[in-house]
């Protein structure tokens, strides 16, 4: 071991979180409805599998793209030789254009200001290498994306402080709970560099709202440091209320070109909104010429092929089918989401009410035996080996209250969800019945009790000597 570094050998990437074992154990025994039909069913990968089609049949209109050839000649030798890591010109010009699009076309983007990153992931981890040294921290709201500890820290040796939030006003980020997290940093001696949210969020699937991005604003303001806006579930907004980006929020508070606009920075992909996590497409996008110049070198080390970015600059550049392609999928995921909650409302479960993002943040707190931690855990165990489907449980996102559950809805067919609700509900009703039956005997051992206990005392009164009468 003596051999190895300590980064090779420390136990810091996260991967003993319940999140992570819970996909473990569903790659032991997946669930296939033909091969392996009482297999784990996969509720813990928020991916979106619901519009593939829609890419399909466009890559079959489009053939020129998808067979590296311009005007119907090959430009295979073009995307073999090695590409400067600023990227293609006009793929960052066709993600620069679908960003805007995705927000209304109420902002724009410049395509010089973007940096390319292999996926979301890189996207994070390079702005914490350009923001933050070892030992700086960054403050997220509770609950969050479990990947956080393995993207932010640790590689980086950035260090991560919760801002507190609950369900008592549905996890909304609020000014005390900002300066709370930022005393308690402070408390560990550790300097603040800066906020990161995840808008919509992930796992809750709302969007964040205008009061608690004007509350994130000033108060990277008075503190002096950064906002990471992480967007990539932007399109996934599939009801009211919409997605309101941070930077449309800047603009509102005229804060274009001042010392705040250089320190708010946003992160998006491809992964979510057009599915394609395994494309591995993200984008860094600041005001910060200098954080621009550094994650730009930095890219080298996480590139998109430039296959990938010929391929997505011809999707993206096709203006009808991305304003096509967000609006069937948005339906898409509106109605694969009421059937989850729907599923669930005939299990007596119940979610936060969400608006976007391919999951539901569900709670489960009623179906533990007591209000803890452990009881949490005891309860996940029975769902992944005993249920056999793997939910991500609100510990490994940081919860601050046991009993809450992610739970993914749109990385399967709608009959494998069927059937997922179906062992979902055998369980609750098998657990209620259990329940039920542990009160009727603890009332009848009750009521055994009483009864021998007025025996005893019958027994005693007329056994007693006349004189004590």
């Known amino acids: ?37 009482d297999g784990i069913i996969q509720m813990g990968l928020a991916e979106n599998q619901l519009s593939f089609d829609l ?27 090695f590409q400067d890591y600023h990227g293609l010109p006009s793929f960052k010009n066709a993600m620069a254009d679908f960003m805007s699009e995705n927000r209304g076309n109420r902002v724009s983007f410049d395509p010089k200001k973007l940096v390319l990153t292999a996926g979301a992931t890189s996207a994070n981890e390079t702005l ?10 960054f403050l997220l709201p509770t609950p969050y994306y479990p990947g956080f500890d393995r993207d932010l820290k640790w590689r980086t040796g950035a260090e991560v402080v919760p801002i507190q939030c609950t369900s008592e006003n549905r996890f909304r980020i609020t000014k005390s709970a900002l300066e709370e997290a930022y005393q308690q940093a402070q408390k560990l001696n550790l300097k603040v560099k800066g906020v990161l949210i995840t ?12 009061t608690e991005l004007n509350h994130l604003l000033d108060f990277v303001s008075r503190k002096n440091i950064h906002l990471i806006s992480d967007e990539i579930y932007s399109g996934t907004v599939f009801t009211s209320p919409g997605f309101i ?16 606009f250089k320190r708010v920075h946003i992160v998006y992909s491809l992964s979510k909104d057009l599915g394609l996590p395994g494309f591995r497409v993200g984008v860094i996008y600041s005001n910060d010429d200098i954080v621009v110049a550094a994650a730009t070198k930095m890219s080298s080390f996480g ?32 109605n694969r989401h009421m059937k989850l909650v729907s599923g669930l409302e005939a299990s007596g479960i119940e979610c936060l009410k969400s608006n976007a993002g391919l999951f539901c943040w569900v709670d489960m707190r009623h179906l533990m035996r007591s209000n803890t931690f452990e009881a949490e855990i005891e309860l996940w165990k029975k769902i992944v080996y005993e249920v056999k489907l793997n939910i991500s449980p609100g510990s490994s996102c940081h919860c601050n209250e046991p009993g809450w559950f992610r739970v993914c809805f749109a990385n ?16 609750v009703d098998e657990l209620s019945s259990t329940t039920r039956s542990q009160s009727e005997h603890q009332r009848l051992k009750s009521l055994r009790k009483m009864k021998v206990s007025n025996w005893v005392f019958r027994l005693s009164f007329h056994d007693r000597e006349p004189e004590e009468r």
Not at 246 to 260: A, F, G, R
């Open 245 to 260: 980006s941070v930077i449309e929020v800047l603009k509102e508070k005229k804060l274009e070109n001042t010392d705040v």
């Open 1 to 37: 071991m003596g051999l190895l570094s300590r980064k090779a050998t420390c136990n810091t990437h996260g991967q003993d979180s319940s999140y992570f074992l819970g996909w473990e154990e569903y790659e032991k025994n997946p669930y296939d409805e033909m091969k392996n039909p």
């Open 55 to 81: 890419i399909e049949s466009w890559l079959a209109k489009n053939p020129d793209a998808a067979n590296f050839q311009r005007e119907g000649q090959s430009i295979f030798r073009e995307l073999a030789l």
């Open 303 to 334: 590139l998109i092929s430039s296959q990938t970015q010929n391929l997505l600059s011809a999707l993206l550049s096709d203006k009808k089918f991305t304003k096509d392609y967000l609006r069937e999928n948005q339906i898409r995921l509106k």
């Open 412 to 427: 399967m067919s709608e009959e494998t969800l069927k059937v997922a609700m179906n062992r979902l509900k055998m369980f």
């Open 128 to 137: 914490m290498f350009c923001l933050a040294d070892a030992g700086d921290a």
């Open 199 to 210: 808008n919509p969020s992930n796992p809750l699937g709302t969007t964040t709202t205008r």
